[in-house]
Nanobody
Framework: QVQLVESGGGLVQTGDSLRLSCAAS????????MSWFRQAPGKEREFVGG???????YYAESVKGRFTASRDNAKNAVYLQMNSLKPEDTAVYYC??????????????????WGQGTQVTVSS
């Protein structure tokens, strides 16, 4: 069965960096676009960034220039390097998969499998 498992979250200070990982299994990983979303307490889940099977990326404006998505198709893994973290980045971070192009990539309903999430807390 399809599984997505995130790891790498933690408690850091403003300006620090973290690298999140998402291990995928149970499907042909290299044929899917993978994205990261986040959800802060009391807020809706929001798109953070995505990476296509070939390595093309797209980011939310709020993280552009600070976050970088990457993937290793040989290891069935996708990563999110987060630099210059801010308190407003505090959230549970999820990875998710979808078929197809970048059309509607920010739309939650266009993804069919999600991980369980990993908590990122940035203290001021």
């Amino acid at each position: 069965q399809v599984q997505l498992v995130e790891s790498g979250g933690g408690l850091v200070q403003t300006g620090d960096s973290l690298r999140l990982s998402c291990a995928a299994s149970g499907y042909s990983f290299s044929t899917y676009l993978m994205s990261w979303f986040r959800q802060a307490p009391g807020k809706e889940r929001e798109f953070v960034g995505g990476i296509s099977w070939s390595g093309g990326t797209y980011y939310a404006e709020s993280v552009k220039g600070r976050f970088t998505a990457s993937r290793d198709n040989a290891k069935n893994a996708v990563y999110l390097q987060m630099n210059s973290l801010k308190p407003e980045d505090t959230a549970v971070y999820y990875c998710a998969r979808r078929k197809g192009s970048w059309t509607s990539v920010v739309t939650i309903d266009s993804y069919d499998y999600w991980g369980q999430g990993t908590q990122v807390t940035v203290s001021s």
